[in-house]
C-alpha cells in the first residue's frame, strides 16, 4: 500500500499536467483523458478488490505516520466512489469527444476535466479534514471554470450563483475545520472521531457538526441550500452536465456520509433528526420544482436535488440497513442520472432544443435512443426490478423498521411524483408527434453515432445489472454499510500504524 | 501609471527582486520564505515590469508562456515525490542527498526542496498569467 | 484578548455576509474576501494564541527553549489564503466576463436560467 | 417455472427482431410461447387438484431476505391457465388486428412482457417477487394504453393508470413490508399460515388498509375505478386481455391469496364487503349509460370486479368458491365480447353501439360468438355463465339485500350482454356502414372461448372438481368440495336466474330512454372520483409551480439569505442544546498595540461596507489584509504575514486593473431589505463569534504540532517548521492548492481569451 491509495489522485494530475503541456495539440488531449480515464477505473477496481474483504488501505503520505501527516484511508465506501468516479470519467470521455465545441476543448476541458477527477478522488480517499478542504477547493475550482467557459449568458449567471454560494460553503467549512482543530489539535479525521468521542464538549461538537452539515448540504444540494443547482447545472454542454452531476453533489453527500458517522456521532438525536428532516424536504421540494419545469435538463437537475434527499435519509436514518440503502442508492444515481443527462445531450443533439414543447416524435425516430431513456427513467422512478427500486426498497424497508412514517410516507410519495415527471419527459418527448417538423441535425455517421450511444448503453446495463445481481451488490453495500456503522475497524488502521 | 520615474525604478528594481525571490525560495526551509513569497515576489518584479512598460514587453522579458511555467512547476512539484517510490517508501517521502558545495561544506538537498522549487514555479506563472491576461484586456 | 478577536472575527463576518447580499458583484467579491479574512482568523484564534515567537528555531539550536506559536494552523491558514486569492482572481475574471455579457452588474438581473 | 417465466421475457424481447424478419406471421409464432406454458400448465393439473403445489426457489438477494421464490398452487393454477390461454389468443389475433403497423412488433413486445409479468404475480410465492412483477404489469400496462401514442388522450389515460396503479402499488409495498415485519417471513406460503398472529398484531389494520388500497386501485374499485373506463384508449387486443381479463383480476388475486392470513375478522368483511358492492352497482349503473362499444364493457368489468371483492368480504365458503367459478366464467365471456368489439372497429371504424347494426350477415362469425359470449354474460342457460350465477346466488342465500342487488346489477348484465352481442348485428344496417367479415387470426380468440363458455358449461362438474376446487381451497385455506351443475335443480334460485334475464330483457327494451337519462345523469361526473383525479393532480401542478416560483427566485441574495437563516437557527439552536456558555477561560491578556489593530480591523471593515464608493471599500478591505498581517507578526508567524501582505497587495491591484471594466456602484437597495440584511448577516455574525469563544474554553491538546517543533529539523531538515509542514509534512495539502492556483489562472484567462476569440470569429 504505498502506492495504490494515491494514484486516484496522482494520476488525473499527471494527466492535466502533460494536457497543459500539450496545450495545442488537441488529439493528443482526447486520447491523453481516455486513457487516463481508463487507468484510474483499473486503479479503482484494484482498490475495490483489495478492500473487498473490509481491509483498509491505508497510505501516510510523505511517510508521516498519522496524525502526523496527511493519511489516505480507502474504505469500502470510497472504492466503491471511486469505481464509479472511473466509469464516470470513461463515459464523459468518449461522449465529450463528440459532444464538445472545439473552443472548450481548446481552452482545457479535458485537463479541467482531469483536475476536478483529481479533486474529487481527492476527497474520496483522504482521511484528513483539512485535505478535504483542499481537495474540495480543488474540485470546485475546476467545476467554476468547466461551467463558465462557454462565456455565454446563461452559463455566467449560473456560474455566479454557483460560485457564491459554494464560496460560502467553503468559508463555512473552513471555520468548520478551524474550530474542531482548536478543540482537538488534530486533523486527522481518525484521530478526531477519537478525540470527540472522549470529549465532554459535546456541545460545541454539536454546534460545528451543525456547520458541517450546513458546509456540505450546500454542495450536495439539500434544502433549502440547493437553489444555485437548478441555476447553473442546465447551463453548460450535456458532457458537463453529466460529470457535475454524477459526481460534484456526490462528493458533498460523500462527506456528509462519512463526517456523520465517523466523527460527529455523538448526538445523532438531535442531528440525524436535522438530516432526516432536511432530507424530507430536499426529497418533496426538488420533485415538486422538477413537476413544474418543462425543459429536459432542468427537469433533470431538480431530480438530483430530490435524488440527493433519498441518499440523505439513509444518513438520517442512521441505522446499518438504512447505510446500506444510502450507498445502493449513490451508485444507483450516480449511473442513472449521469446517463439521462447523457441522453438529454444527446436528444439536443439530435434536434437542437431542449424545451419539451418543442420536442416531440422521437420514440418513432429513433427506438433505441427510447428504449436508453425509459429504462434509465424507470430506474430512476424505482420501477423495478431496475437499480433505482432495489435502492429505494432498501430504504423504506429501513424506515419502516425505525417505525419513522413519515419520511417514508414522503419517500413513496416522492417516488409516485418522480415516476410522474419522468413519464412527462417520456410522453412530451418520445411519444408526443413534434409540434413542428424539426430537422435532424445530426450530422454523424452511424458508426460514430453507435460509439456516441456505446457510454449510455453501459450505464443502461449496469442498472439492469444491478437489479438483477442485487444479491451481490446488497451484500457489498450491507458491508460498506457496517464499516461505517463500527468506525473502530477504520480508526485502528489509520491510528494503529496501518501497514 | 507609466511615469518616468516608475519607468526607471523598475530597471533598477527588478533585477535585485527576482534575485531576492530565489532568495526566498531558498532560504525558506530555514527562515521565513520559501516558495510561496519567493514566487510571489518574482511575480510582483514582472508585474512591476507589465505595470511601468506594457505586458507585451513584459512577456518578452518571461520569454517563457507563463502558462509553459506553471504547467512545469506543478510537474516538478509532483515528481519531487516520485524518488521515495524507487527506495520503498510512500508517495511524497522527503528523500535527502548531501551535496558538497565546496570542500568541507556540505549542505542537505532533499525532495521537498525540490517541491517548493516547484511551487515557486506554479505560484510565478500564476501570477503573471493572471497579471498579464488582465492587462491585455481591453 | 481572545474575546477581542472574537468580536473582529465576527465583525467581519457580519460585513463578509452583509456585502454578499448586495446587488452589486463587485460588493459580492469584497464580501467573499471579508468572509475568507473572517475563516482565516478564525482559524488562527480557535488555533490558540502564542506570543512564544515563530516556530522557527534558530541557527545552532537543537530545542526551542520556549514554546513558539503553534505551527500547524499557519501553514493551514497560509493554504487558505493562496487558495482564496486564486478563487478571487478567477471569480473577478468570472463576474468582469459577466457584466460584459449581460450589460448589468445587478445581481438582481442575472435571473435568466432560474424559473 | 423459472424457465417459463425467462423464456416468456426473453421472446418479449425478441418480438420486435421476429416481428421484422415474419412480419405476417409474428403472432403466430410468438403465440407458441404462451401456448407451450398452457400445454405445462395443464400437465400440472391432476397433481395440483390433489391438493399438491409446485414450488420453486433461489436466493436473490440474500441481506434482504429476497428471495425469487415461486409456487404453483390450485389459485395460482386458476389465474396462470387463465392468462396463459388467452394471452395465446390475444397474441394470435394481434397479427390479425396489427396487420401492416409498423410497430405492431412493439405491441408483441408489450404484451408478452405483460404476460410474463402476470405470469409472475400468480406464481411468486415471496411478497416482493409479487410486489416486483406487479409494477410491472402496471408498467406494461402505461405502454400499451399509451400505444397510440400520438393521440393526446390515449397518453393522458395511459398516465391516469400508471398513477393510480403505482400509487396503490406504493401503499401495497408499506403493507407488504409491514406485513413481513409482522410476521417475520416473506414468503407467501408461510404468511397464509400465520394469519393468528397477523391479526393479533398492532399493524393488523394499517397493513389491512394498506394491501386493500393496492388492491382496490389494481383491480379499479370504487373509487379508484376511473382509471379503467379511460384505459379503453389502449388497443382492443390490450383491452380484452389486460384490461378485463388478467390485469384487473391482479387485485382480485391478490386479496384471495391473502384471504387466510387478513381475511375472517370483521373490519376484513366491512372494507371489503362495502367496497365491492359499492363498485358492484356503481359499474351496473354506469354501464346502463354508455354507447361506446368498449367503455360499455368496461363498465360491466368494474362491476364483474366489484363483485369478486364484494364475495371474498363474505368469505364463506360458498362464496369463495362462486367467486372462483365467476371468474373463470367472467374472463371467457369478457374476452370475447372485447374481441368482437375490437373486430367490429377494426372492420367498420365505428365505437359507438348506437350507429351499428345489421352487421350478420357482413360478419356472420362475430355475431355468432358475440351471441355466445352475450349469453354467457346474460347467465341464460346452458351457458358457463349460468353455472357460475347459480353458485353466486346461492352463496348469498343468507343475504336477501345482496341477493336483491346482485338480481338487479345481473339484469345490467344481460342488457349489456344484449347490447355487444345481438344489437349491431340486428336490424337495419346503417347507411354508409361498410364491413367485412374479420381475418383468420382474429376468429381464432372470439370462437375458442365463445365455445368455452359453452362447452365448459356441460363439463361443470369437471371443471369444478379439478380448477375451482383447489383454487377455492387456497383461497380458504382448508380443504373443501366444490360440486358445479348445469342443472341443479329447481329451486328458488334458478328462479331468480330467469327473474333475472327477465328483467334484463326488459331494459334492453326501454335502452333509448336509459340512455338519455344517463345522458342527463352525465353531468354529475364533476363531482365524480375521475373529475377529483383532475383536480388533485393539477393541484398538485399548482402548487409545484407555486413553491418553486417561491423559493427559486432567481436571486442570488435570496439563496444566500436561505442559507445564512439556517445556518444561524441550526447553529444557535445547537449552542442552546449544548446550554449556552460555560462560562471563559483560558483568556490571554490584552495588549495595547493589539488593541490599537483590532480596532483598527473593526473600523475598516465598517468602512468597507458603508463605502459607496468602489476604491474605498477595496482599500479598506486591503487595510483589513494589512490588519491581518500585523496579527500574524504579533502572535509569530511572520511567513504568514509576509504572504499575507503580497497576497493583499496583489489582490487590490487585481481588484482596482478589473475596476476599469466596471461602472460604478449604482444599484442601491431599499432601507427595508438593507435592515434585513443587516439584521441576517449580524446573527450570523454573532454566532460565528459564540462558536469562537466556545472553542476557546477548550483545552488544546497539541501533540501534532509538538511532534512538528520537536523533530522537524531533525527528520525534516528544517527549521523553519511552517514551511516544513508546508513542503513536508502535509506537502499533499500544498500540492493540490498549487493545482488550485494553476487552473484558477488558467480559467480566467480562457475566459478572457474566450471573449476575444469570439470578436475575431465575429468581425
New interface residues.
Given amino acids: 500500500m504505498?502506492?495504490l491509495p494515491?494514484l486516484p489522485?496522482?494520476i488525473p494530475?499527471?494527466g492535466?499536467?502533460l494536457c497543459?503541456?500539450f496545450?495545442r495539440n488537441l488529439a493528443l488531449q482526447r486520447d491523453l483523458a481516455l486513457s487516463v480515464s481508463t487507468l484510474l477505473l483499473i486503479v479503482a477496481v484494484g482498490l475495490m478488490a483489495y478492500t473487498r474483504d473490509g481491509t483498509i488501505a491505508v497510505?501516510?503520505?510523505?511517510?508521516?505516520e498519522a496524525?502526523?501527516?496527511?493519511t489516505l484511508a480507502v474504505d469500502m465506501l470510497s472504492s466503491v466512489m471511486l469505481v464509479l468516479a472511473g466509469l464516470l470519467a470513461v463515459a464523459v470521455s468518449v461522449y465529450a469527444c463528440f459532444d464538445l465545441d472545439t473552443?472548450r476543448v481548446k481552452?482545457?476541458f479535458f485537463?479541467?476535466m482531469l483536475?476536478l477527477l483529481?479533486?474529487v478522488n481527492?476527497a474520496f480517499v483522504t482521511g484528513d479534514l483539512?485535505?478535504l478542504y483542499?481537495?474540495f477547493?480543488?474540485l470546485?475550482?475546476?467545476s467554476?471554470?468547466l461551467l463558465?467557459?462557454g462565456?455565454?449568458?446563461?452559463q455566467?449567471?449560473?456560474?455566479?450563483?454557483y460560485?457564491?454560494?459554494n464560496?460560502?460553503?467553503s468559508?463555512?467549512f473552513?471555520?468548520g475545520?478551524?474550530?474542531l482543530?482548536?478543540?482537538?489539535?488534530?486533523?486527522n479525521m481518525a484521530e478526531l472521531a477519537v478525540?470527540v468521542q472522549q470529549?465532554e464538549?459535546?456541545?460545541?461538537v454539536?454546534?460545528?457538526?451543525?456547520?458541517f452539515?450546513?458546509a456540505f448540504g450546500?454542495k450536495a444540494g439539500m434544502f433549502?441550500?440547493y437553489?444555485?443547482l437548478?441555476?447553473?447545472y442546465?447551463?453548460p454542454p450535456a458532457a458537463v452536465s453529466a460529470l457535475f452531476s454524477g459526481l460534484l453533489t456526490k462528493v458533498g453527500v460523500y462527506s456528509l456520509i462519512r463526517v456523520f458517522t465517523l466523527i460527529f456521532c455523538t448526538d445523532p438525536e438531535?442531528l440525524h433528526t436535522?438530516i432526516l428532516i432536511g432530507a424530507g424536504l430536499t426529497m418533496l421540494?426538488g420533485v415538486?420544482?422538477a413537476?413544474?419545469?418543462y425543459e429536459m435538463r432542468k427537469i433533470l437537475s431538480v431530480h438530483i436535488v430530490s435524488q440527493i434527499g433519498y441518499i440523505v435519509m439513509g444518513l438520517g436514518l442512521f441505522t446499518h440497513l438504512a447505510l446500506?440503502g444510502t450507498i445502493i442508492y449513490l451508485a444507483h444515481n450516480i449511473i442513472v442520472k449521469t446517463n439521462l443527462f447523457l441522453v438529454a445531450g444527446a436528444v439536443n443533439r439530435l434536434k437542437g432544443t431542449y424545451d419539451l414543447h418543442k420536442l416531440g416524435g422521437l420514440?418513432k425516430e429513433r427506438?433505441g435512443l427510447s428504449i436508453l431513456f425509459l429504462i434509465s427513467a424507470?430506474s430512476l422512478a424505482g420501477?423495478?426490478?431496475l437499480s433505482g427500486?432495489?435502492a429505494k426498497?432498501?430504504l423504506?424497508?429501513a424506515g419502516?423498521?425505525q417505525e419513522a412514517w413519515l419520511i417514508?410516507a414522503v419517500a413513496?410519495?416522492v417516488?409516485?411524483?418522480t415516476?410522474?415527471s419522468m413519464?412527462k419527459i417520456w410522453?412530451y418527448v418520445?411519444?408526443?408527434?413534434a409540434p413542428n417538423e424539426l430537422p435532424d441535425l445530426n450530422p454523424m455517421t452511424p458508426a460514430a453515432w453507435f460509439i456516441f450511444l456505446l457510454p449510455m448503453v453501459g450505464f443502461t446495463v449496469i442498472t439492469i445489472g444491478i437489479g438483477i445481481f442485487?444479491?451481490p451488490v446488497?451484500?457489498y453495500a450491507?458491508s460498506a454499510a457496517g464499516q461505517l456503522m463500527d468506525p473502530s475497524g477504520y480508526i485502528n488502521a489509520v491510528l494503529g500504524g496501518g501497514e | 501609471m507609466t511615469s518616468l520615474i516608475l519607468r526607471t525604478a523598475t530597471r533598477y528594481m527588478f533585477p535585485p527582486l527576482l534575485v531576492f525571490s530565489v532568495y526566498l525560495l531558498l532560504r525558506g526551509h530555514h527562515y521565513p520564505g520559501g516558495g510561496f513569497v519567493g514566487g510571489l515576489f518574482a511575480g510582483s518584479a514582472f508585474t512591476l515590469y507589465a505595470l511601468a512598460f506594457n505586458v507585451e514587453s513584459a512577456r518578452k522579458l518571461l520569454r517563457f508562456d507563463p502558462r509553459d511555467i506553471t504547467a512545469v512547476g506543478l510537474a516538478v512539484a509532483l515528481a519531487s515525490g516520485i524518488p521515495a517510490l524507487f527506495s520503498g517508501y510512500a508517495f511524497m517521502t522527503g528523500t535527502w542527498w548531501k551535496v558538497p558545495i565546496r570542500p568541507g561544506v556540505v549542505i542537505d538537498v532533499g525532495s521537498p526542496l525540490i517541491f517548493d522549487i516547484g511551487v515557486y514555479l506554479v505560484v510565478l506563472g500564476v501570477l503573471l498569467t493572471l497579471v498579464f491576461s488582465l492587462g491585455e484586456e481591453e | 484578548m481572545e474575546v477581542l478577536l472574537a468580536i473582529v472575527i465576527g465583525t467581519l463576518y457580519t460585513g463578509g455576509l452583509y456585502l454578499m447580499m448586495r446587488r452589486n458583484l463587485i460588493q459580492l467579491i469584497i464580501g467573499l474576501g471579508l468572509l475568507s479574512h473572517g475563516a482565516n482568523l478564525l482559524i488562527f484564534t480557535a488555533g490558540g494564541l502564542r506570543q512564544g515567537g515563530a516556530p522557527i528555531l534558530a541557527e545552532g539550536e537543537k530545542m526551542f527553549a520556549t514554546v513558539p506559536a503553534d505551527p500547524l494552523p499557519q501553514a493551514l491558514i497560509l493554504t487558505a489564503i493562496v487558495i482564496s486569492f486564486a478563487v478571487t482572481a478567477f471569480a473577478l475574471v468570472l463576474f468582469l466576463r459577466t457584466y460584459q455579457a449581460v450589460g448589468t452588474d445587478d445581481v438582481d438581473e442575472l435571473k435568466e436560467t432560474d424559473t | 417455472m423459472f424457465t417459463l417465466l425467462i423464456t416468456c421475457f426473453f421472446a418479449a424481447v425478441l418480438a420486435p427482431w421476429v416481428h421484422r424478419r415474419v412480419p405476417k406471421y409474428a403472432g403466430a409464432l410468438l403465440a407458441l410461447v404462451p401456448a407451450a406454458v398452457f400445454a405445462w400448465l395443464i400437465r400440472q393439473l391432476p397433481m395440483v387438484a390433489h391438493g399438491h403445489s409446485v414450488e420453486q426457489s433461489f436466493q436473490w438477494v440474500e441481506g434482504l431476505g429476497l428471495e425469487f421464490a415461486l409456487r404453483l398452487d390450485g389459485l395460482g393454477l386458476l389465474f396462470a391457465l387463465l392468462i396463459s390461454g388467452i394471452g395465446t389468443l390475444i397474441i394470435f389475433y394481434t397479427q390479425g388486428y396489427f396487420k401492416g403497423h409498423p410497430q405492431q412488433g412493439r405491441f408483441l413486445m408489450y404484451t408478452i412482457a405483460f404476460m410474463a409479468s402476470m405470469l409472475g404475480v400468480v406464481l411468486a410465492n415471496h411478497l416482493l417477487v409479487l410486489f416486483i412483477f406487479w409494477e410491472l404489469t402496471s408498467f406494461t400496462s402505461y405502454l400499451l394504453i399509451g400505444f397510440n401514442h400520438e393521440d393526446e388522450a390515449a397518453r393522458s389515460a395511459a398516465l391516469q393508470a400508471m398513477l393510480v396503479t403505482v400509487l396503490g402499488g406504493l401503499f401495497l409495498l408499506a403493507g407488504m413490508i409491514l406485513m413481513a415485519q409482522a410476521t417475520g417471513t416473506w414468503k407467501l406460503s408461510e404468511i397464509v399460515q400465520r394469519g393468528a398472529e397477523l391479526q393479533a398484531h398492532p399493524h393488523y389494520l394499517p397493513i389491512l388498509i394498506l394491501i386493500c388500497i393496492g388492491a382496490f386501485t389494481k383491480s379499479a374499485q370504487f373509487p379508484f375505478h376511473f382509471w379503467l373506463p379511460n384505459a379503453m384508449h389502449a388497443p382492443t387486443p390490450a383491452s380484452a386481455y389486460l384490461h378485463s381479463s388478467t390485469m384487473v383480476k391482479a387485485g382480485i388475486y391478490l386479496l384471495a391469496r391473502l384471504h387466510p392470513a387478513l381475511g375472517g375478522t370483521g373490519e376484513w368483511g366491512a372494507i371489503l364487503t362495502t367496497i365491492g358492492v359499492a363498485t358492484f352497482l356503481i359499474g351496473a349503473l354506469m354501464a346502463i349509460g354508455q354507447s361506446v362499444l368498449k367503455r360499455l364493457l368496461a363498465y360491466s368489468t368494474v362491476s364483474a370486479l366489484g363483485a369478486m371483492v364484494m364475495l371474498l368480504g363474505i368469505g364463506t365458503s360458498g362464496a369463495i368458491q362462486a367467486m372462483a367459478a365467476f371468474v373463470l366464467a367472467h374472463a371467457l365471456y369478457k374476452a370475447t365480447l372485447f374481441m368482437v368489439a375490437g373486430g367490429i372497429t377494426h372492420e367498420t371504424g365505428e365505437t359507438s353501439v348506437d350507429r351499428l347494426g345489421g352487421l350478420r350477415k357482413a360478419m356472420p362469425f362475430s355475431f355468432t360468438c358475440a351471441m355466445l359470449a352475450g349469453l354467457s354474460m346474460g347467465g341464460v342457460m346452458p351457458f358457463f355463465g349460468f353455472v357460475a350465477k347459480e353458485v353466486w346466488l346461492h352463496a348469498l342465500g343468507d343475504y336477501p339485500l345482496l341477493l336483491l342487488a346482485t338480481v338487479a346489477v345481473g339484469a345490467t348484465y344481460v342488457l349489456v350482454g344484449i347490447t355487444v352481442g345481438w344489437k349491431p348485428f340486428a336490424g337495419q344496417r346503417p347507411d354508409g356502414l361498410h364491413a367485412h367479415a374479420v381475418p383468420i387470426s382474429m376468429r381464432i380468440g372470439p370462437l375458442v372461448l365463445g365455445l368455452g363458455s359453452l362447452f365448459l358449461a356441460f363439463f361443470a362438474g369437471w371443471i369444478g372438481h379439478a380448477i375451482v376446487e383447489p383454487a377455492a381451497a387456497a383461497i380458504a385455506a382448508k380443504d373443501l368440495e366444490v360440486h358445479l351443475h348445469l342443472w341443479a335443480g329447481f329451486n328458488k334460485y334458478l328462479l331468480m336466474g330467469i327473474g333475472t334475464v327477465a328483467i334484463g330483457l326488459a331494459l334492453y327494451r326501454t335502452r333509448p330512454v336509459l340512455l338519455k337519462t344517463g345522458a342527463r345523469l352525465a353531468g354529475f361526473a364533476r363531482f365524480g372520483p375521475d373529475a377529483a383525479y383532475r383536480l388533485i393532480l393539477s393541484s398538485v401542478l399548482k402548487f409545484a409551480a407555486w413553491q418553486t416560483r417561491l423559493l427559486q427566485t432567481g436571486t442570488l441574495r435570496h439563496y444566500i439569505r436561505y442559507a445564512v437563516l439556517t445556518t444561524t437557527a441550526l447553529v444557535a439552536a445547537a449552542f442552546i442544546r449544548a446550554g449556552g456558555f460555560q462560562g471563559l477561560e483560558n483568556l490571554s491578556p490584552i495588549s495595547t498595540r493589539i488593541a490599537l489593530v483590532a480596532v483598527l480591523m473593526i473600523a475598516a471593515a465598517i468602512f468597507t461596507v458603508h463605502s459607496n464608493s468602489r476604491l474605498r471599500s477595496i482599500l479598506s478591505m486591503g487595510l483589513v489584509g494589512y490588519g491581518m498581517a500585523m496579527l500574524f507578526t504579533f502572535f509569530g508567524a511572520p511567513d504568514l504575514a509576509m504572504t499575507q501582505l503580497v497576497i493583499e497587495t496583489l489582490t487590490v491591484i487585481l481588484l482596482a486593473l478589473a475596476f476599469s471594466h466596471l461602472p460604478p456602484f449604482r444599484h442601491g437597495s431599499s432601507m427595508r431589505t438593507r435592515g434585513t440584511d443587516l439584521a441576517i448577516a449580524v446573527g450570523g455574525g454573532v454566532v460565528v463569534m459564540l462558536l469562537v469563544l466556545a472553542a476557546l474554553d477548550v483545552q488544546t491538546p497539541t501533540a501534532v504540532s509538538d511532534y512538528y517543533l520537536e523533530h522537524s529539523y531533525k527528520y525534516a531538515h528544517g527549521r523553519n517548521v511552517v514551511n516544513v509542514i508546508l513542503v513536508d509534512f502535509r506537502a499533499l495539502d500544498t500540492l493540490g492548492e498549487i493545482t488550485v492556483l494553476t487552473i484558477a489562472a488558467l480559467g480566467a484567462s480562457a475566459l478572457l481569451k474566450l471573449r476575444q476569440g469570439k470578436q475575431e470569429d465575429k468581425s
Fill in positions: 504505498i502506492l494515491v489522485i496522482i494530475l499527471a492535466a499536467i497543459m503541456l496545450r497510505l501516510h503520505v510523505g511517510g508521516w496524525p502526523l501527516g496527511i473552443p481552452f482545457g485537463p479541467l483536475i483529481m479533486g481527492g483539512f485535505n483542499v481537495c477547493e480543488v470546485l475550482t475546476a467554476f471554470i463558465a467557459l462565456g455565454e449568458r446563461p455566467l449567471e449560473g456560474s455566479i450563483k460560485v457564491a454560494l464560496l460560502l460553503s468559508a463555512l473552513l471555520a475545520v478551524g474550530i482543530y482548536g478543540m482537538a489539535g488534530t486533523l478525540v470529549g464538549r459535546g456541545g460545541l454539536t454546534m460545528v457538526a451543525v456547520m452539515m450546513m450546500i433549502p441550500l437553489f444555485w437548478p441555476a447553473s442546465p447551463t438531535f436535522l421540494s415538486l420544482a413537476a413544474s419545469h446500506a420514440y427506438p424507470m420501477v423495478p426490478p427500486f432495489f426498497l432498501t423504506i424497508i419502516l423498521q417514508v413513496l410519495i417516488s409516485l411524483l415516476l410522474y413519464t410522453a418520445f411519444w408526443k408527434p442485487a444479491g446488497f451484500d450491507q
